[in-house]
């Protein structure tokens, strides 16, 4: 059954320093789309992608957060200089369609900011 | 406001028995349904989904419901088993646009054998 595939499963960086998460979408999948949770909370939307560019995000979504789809098959989320409340475990996620149809994630990437 | 809400944050069922998990729901215009669940450590899983056109669906044991007139939503699992030991989140969805999933705080199913 396909999956949406990331990498690195869990990361520990220093404050301020610069992290790229990386995901593999499903491949017939159109729409991609990072969430985080902070541990023991819900699940939060972070930004939405569709056709090479942001369809959607949320007041997460600083400038301190990028989306890039460098290829054909992966899609990263790069936070530019971490800080300690970005500790969270990072989903992506994609879809065939967009809005109203099934989003389908990945296993997560935990960041630990010290 | 939360748009997604959850009335019980932990449930404990005897394995065998039939768990039943609650969801409300704030925003009229959502049209799309979804049920997670999430194990320890790892990413949501779907289970089931529904549209506003329908009020109930089922599923391999489980059932999903939904209740408009009350923005209500809930998730059937039928004959608990020990795996079915998760956090179970209700995300919902607005069917058009570019309407992020908005999930609800999760319910944490124990299963006793």
Redesign the interface.
């Known amino acids: 059954e396909p999956e949406?595939t990331q990498t690195p499963s869990h990361q520990v960086t220093q404050m301020g320093q610069e992290v790229i998460l990386r995901c593999v979408p499903i491949s017939n999948h159109l729409y991609f789309?990072w969430?985080r949770q902070i541990l023991g909370?819900?699940?939060?939307?972070l930004v939405?992608f569709y056709n090479n560019e942001i369809?959607?995000k949320?007041e997460i979504f600083d400038d301190q957060f990028s989306v890039e789809r460098p290829d054909g098959s992966n899609f990263t989320l790069k936070i530019r200089s971490t800080k300690l409340e970005d500790s969270a475990m990072y989903?992506c996620a994609s879809s065939k369609q967009?809005?109203?149809?099934?989003?389908?994630?990945?296993?997560?990437s935990?960041l630990t900011v010290v | 406001g939360e748009s997604v809400g959850l009335h019980l944050p932990t449930l404990s069922v005897q394995e065998g028995d039939n768990s039943i998990i609650n969801c409300a729901y704030s925003n009229s215009a959502s049209?799309?349904f979804?049920w997670?669940k999430q194990e320890s450590?790892?990413?949501?899983?779907?289970i089931i989904?529904i549209?506003s056109n329908m009020d109930k669906r089922q599923g391999q044991r489980v059932t999903v419901l939904l209740n408009k007139t009350v923005k209500h939503l809930s998730l059937q699992i039928a004959a608990t088993q020990p795996g079915d030991s998760a956090v179970y989140?209700c995300?919902e969805?607005?069917?058009?646009?570019?309407?992020?999933?908005?999930?609800?705080?999760?319910t944490r199913l124990s299963v006793i054998a």
Not at chain 1, 103 to 108: K, V
Not at chain 2, 41 to 46: A, I, S, T
């Open positions: 949406v789309y969430y909370q819900k699940v939060e939307f939405s369809s959607e949320s989903f967009g809005a109203g149809n099934t989003i389908y994630f990945g296993e997560g935990w | 049209d799309y979804i997670y450590g790892k990413g949501p899983q779907f989904d549209r989140f995300a969805n607005i069917d058009s646009g570019n309407t992020p999933l908005v999930f609800g705080k999760g």
